[in-house]
């Protein structure tokens, strides 16, 4: 027999949203109030919340899972998120907000968003390898009058972004672009952008697909002394095959690719203006059946399938295994695409300006940022997974997607009490210990890089 359930209320105050607090030290830490007030735009009346603090309440919005400005008038409800926003934002006062940008701000915007990255990246390890992977996706969208929208070459009714994103998931740009846009358009600049505030003793690698195999690129790279593996154009990768067709000495490898393990390596040169001698590293595989004329002089060309990288790096730094390796880890730049898109709703944009959905992209992105710097300090995870060769290993699962580290930082309800002017969160003691356990981890980087290398500018 079940038990009958009442409702009681009572005149106490709670949030669903402890684990901004955590968001809080990390906006007071990196001083990001500071840096904005420089170029965010000016007020037209000298009334309701500043601009810098409108920045801050659609960034603990997205935090908290809003995808929509109009959840900006529910979130208002929860007092922690009005006291770490100084009041909050409403719907129509944030869409305000975001057309008064111009093209120049959004400039500054982004230039910021680099800084902020390396800062937290420098918090977040020692580690002297810095590897970049830069990629395009786009946003579908049903509207008809939202500016830039068009259709791409895949037929889809959308807008389309460029992101680059670091080894730990770090993004350091996001650009908002029309829909019909070639994808790696304007990618050298911001790798000039991106490069020049890396630190000057790191290593320095880039990884992207075949829409970044261009002659401007590759100047790019190499002027900022950066290590590259590029996916060749199948047309360009042709050509090189068959000016390198005496040299190529094909041999059988261990690696699992275009799923067989019955593939081939071999090593050509493709000559580049400005950029040197470069070495292209094949792969290919005998296709199933091939109908070929046995005596056709393109037989070899046409019975494989073929993959080709570019690199500027020597046999001897790496063989053609090991690059091969190293380029697949651009994979996972697809997977913070997905995180992005579906962690905070980048799946569409909500204004009809095309620069109002760009500074609403960069503060998601933002906030992207401070979630994967948070989800390398939450307890590593053991578990065991199957390989591709079908072995079964131990990994452990040191960060998390924003699903994860939502459900497990940020949504852990509080009783807030006010007391002697003060905002008291009081929360269980479980969820005490992980929240401070965080909070120490975010001083204790903090230290440690005031101390330590400060990015180049």
């Known amino acids: 027999m079940g038990k009958s359930i009442s409702i009681e209320g009572i005149s106490e105050v709670f949030s669903a949203n402890s684990g901004l607090i955590l968001l809080e030290k990390l906006w007071r830490e990196l001083k990001v109030e500071k840096y904005l007030k420089r170029f965010l735009p000016k007020k037209k009346r000298n009334k309701g919340p500043d601009q810098v603090n409108k920045v801050k309440s659609l960034l603990y919005s997205f935090a908290v899972g809003n995808d929509c400005l109009d959840d900006l008038d529910t979130l208002f409800n929860d007092e922690l998120y009005r006291e770490l926003s100084a009041g909050g934002c409403s719907a129509k006062c944030m869409g305000d907000f975001l057309r008064s940008f111009s093209k120049h701000h959004i400039v500054k915007f982004q230039d910021f968003l680099i800084d902020f990255a390396m800062k937290l990246r420098l918090m977040l390890s020692n580690e002297k390898e810095f590897i970049l992977s830069?990629?395009?996706?786009?946003?579908?969208?049903?509207?008809?009058?939202?500016?830039?929208?068009?259709?791409?070459?895949?037929?889809?009714?959308?807008?389309?972004?460029?992101?680059?994103?670091?080894?730990?998931?770090?993004?350091?740009?996001?650009?908002?672009?029309?829909?019909?846009?070639?994808?790696?358009?304007?990618?050298?600049?911001?790798?000039?952008?991106?490069?020049?505030?890396?630190?000057?003793?790191?290593?320095?690698?880039?990884r992207a697909d075949s829409a970044y195999s261009k002659h401007s690129v590759f100047e790019a790279l190499q002027i900022k002394k950066v290590n590259f593996a590029i996916v060749l154009k199948e047309n360009i990768a042709k050509y090189v095959r068959k000016k390198n067709i005496h040299f190529l000495s094909w041999r059988k490898t261990e690696l699992n690719f275009f799923n067989s393990t019955n593939c081939e390596v071999a090593t050509g040169l493709y000559p580049v203006k400005k950029a040197g001698i470069l070495r292209v590293i094949f792969i290919r595989v005998r296709r199933d059946n091939p109908q070929l004329d046995l005596i056709d002089e393109n037989y070899n060309e046409l019975a494989y399938r073929h993959y080709s990288i570019v690199t500027n790096t020597s046999g001897y730094d790496f063989s053609e295994e090991e690059l091969i390796e190293f380029y697949r880890g651009r994979a996972n730049c697809e997977n913070y695409i997905r995180d992005q898109k579906y962690g905070y709703d980048f799946l569409n944009f909500p204004c009809k300006k095309l620069t109002a959905n760009t500074i609403f992209g960069i503060i998601g992105t933002m906030t992207h940022n401070l979630m994967r710097y948070l989800s390398f300090q939450m307890n590593k995870k053991t578990k065991r997974v199957r390989t591709k060769k079908n072995k079964i290993v131990t990994v452990i699962q040191n960060n998390y997607f924003t699903k994860t580290v939502r459900k497990s930082l940020i949504h852990i309800p509080c009783r807030l009490v006010r007391s002697a002017r003060k905002l008291k969160v009081r929360v269980e003691h479980y969820n005490k210990e992980v929240l401070d356990k965080v909070l120490w981890k975010i001083e204790k980087n903090i230290s440690e890089q005031s101390y330590g290398i400060q990015p180049k500018t």
């Open 134 to 206: 830069m990629d395009s996706t786009y946003h579908e969208h049903r509207a008809f009058k939202m500016e830039g929208i068009s259709e791409n070459y895949k037929g889809k009714w959308c807008l389309d972004s460029q992101n680059a994103y670091d080894q730990f998931g770090l993004s350091y740009l996001f650009d908002l672009r029309l829909g019909q846009v070639h994808s790696g358009k304007d990618s050298e600049l911001w790798i000039h952008k991106i490069f020049s505030k890396v630190p000057g003793h790191f290593n320095r690698w880039f």
